[in-house]
């Protein structure tokens, strides 16, 4: 059971990081840089919009594994 509760810990941090990356990226992109770099900017966004969603299914896998 405590390593079930340590991969929860992991998933739940691995979510915050990928939201708080996402978060700082959006406001990068509100700066208004310049072009080139707030195309940039929407590629990471997009790329962390993934990595979120991806550690959110993590999460809700390991979650549903310890209800279980």
Known sequence: MDVLNLE?????QRV??????LNHAKEMLDAECGVGINL????RI????????????RLMK????ASA
């Open 16 to 21: 915050k990081r990928a939201e708080t990356s």
């Open 8 to 12: 929860l810990a992991r998933a739940r």
């Open 40 to 43: 940039a900017l929407c590629s």
């Open 46 to 57: 997009r790329s962390e919009k993934q990595r979120v969603a991806e550690a959110r299914k």
């Open 62 to 65: 390991i979650a549903s594994t």
